[in-house]
């Protein structure tokens, strides 16, 4: 669905006629959001079908979440057991040999019709309130994330939606906690001394000049990407970079509650 409003929006509005520029490449995540503390183990049967329909859906590039996440940082035995869940699909479910295995059930082309039919229509509405940079700034996307959020939860409460091991199928220790990740206590002293040596040890001019560029280059509108670069290999630190595009951009406070609401 994606790639077929992807390649009617860059043809039709764009008017792009090489081939390879209305191909779209998919990055796919499975769903940290559809994870549940409640019996963790589930969400290794929930990572792996998400995993899978991402396959089928011919994506590029995979990551599948840890069945701990719900509680913490993945500890290594998770993230490990998730990288084995995408070599499994890989090496043994044999549905990597196809682009689109589905391609022409009438389940599935109905589906992708559906969506493609929702997401043009969105994308209209999203065009008739005066863009997308419109409508981050008067709040609209996240008042739609937000209600779309809250009326899940609520379907999920009233047992509208089933989710095993929340509100159905529910067992006596779904309340336990599986191992979870611990920080090295000492990893943020080392880090301070790090940062504390490279600042000792660099060039500091430079690194001045470097962030002076980029301040410049920010003021007046210019792509801010090779100052950026020049001041990383001048060993500027990712918060002296960051605060000197703050000093010129200032910060995006999120809009008011119910600002830009409504349909």
Known sequence: AARR???????????????????????????????????PLNN?????????????????????????????????????LALRTQQVIMAEAGVTGTADPLGGSWAIESLTADIARDVTALLERID??????????????????EEGAYLDQLAVERGEREVVGVNVHRADGDELTPETFAADPHSERRQVERLAALRAQRDGAAVTAALDRL??????????????????????TVGEVADTLRAVFGTRDRPAAGTGAGS
């Open 5 to 39: 409003v992807w390649s009617d929006i860059v043809g039709d509005r764009y008017g792009a006629t090489v081939p390879d520029s209305r191909a779209l490449r998919i990055f796919a995540f499975s769903a940290g959001s559809s994870l549940t503390a409640q019996q």
């Open 128 to 145: 008739e309130r005066g863009g997308a940079l419109r409508c981050i700034a008067d709040g609209w996307f996240v008042n739609q994330l």
């Open 44 to 80: 290794v049967v929930r990572v792996t079908l998400a995993a899978l329909s991402a396959v089928l859906g011919s994506a590029q590039t995979l990551h599948t979440a840890s069945f701990d996440e719900a509680f913490a940082t993945p500890t290594a035995d998770a993230a490990r």
């Open 215 to 236: 301040r410049a280059d920010a003021a007046d509108g210019r792509n801010t990407v090779p100052a950026t670069i020049d001041a990383i290999r001048a060993y500027a």
